[in-house]
């Protein structure tokens, strides 16, 4: 069974930076995509950003030129870098996979930003 674990999420201020790591356990493949939604309260969950085994990348705008996506040598293990953070950035961050159209979840992490 393929969990995802993930860690990194904290209380910071506004500009400071977090990285959320995130590992998945329990395939023997690798996963097509590897990526982090977040869902803030009263909010529907949207993706952060997204990576291909490819190492091709997809970002939401409001996160654009803020924060980087990277796969670590780790098979199926991924990387958020938030630099910049504001307080809009605040939400629960969740760590995703896919193969083969299945789609698997993290726990979900907290990230808060104060202003």
């Known amino acids: 069974q393929v969990r995802l674990v993930e860690s990194g999420g904290g209380l910071v201020q506004a500009g400071e930076s977090l990285r959320l790591s995130c590992a998945a356990s329990?395939?023997?493949?690798?996963?097509?995509?590897l990526g982090w939604y977040r869902q803030a309260p009263g909010k529907e969950r949207e993706l952060v950003a997204t990576?291909?085994?490819?190492?091709?990348?997809i970002y939401a705008d409001s996160v654009k030129g803020r924060f980087t996506i990277s796969r670590g040598n780790a098979k199926n293990t991924v990387y958020l870098q938030m630099n910049s953070l504001k307080p809009e950035d605040t939400a629960v961050y969740y760590c995703?996979?896919?193969?083969?159209?299945?789609?698997?979840w993290g726990q979900g992490t907290q990230v808060t930003v104060s202003s």
């Open positions: 995703h996979a896919m193969r083969a159209g299945v789609d698997y």
């Open positions: 329990g395939s023997m493949f690798t996963m097509n995509f």
């Open positions: 990576i291909t085994g490819a190492g091709n990348t």
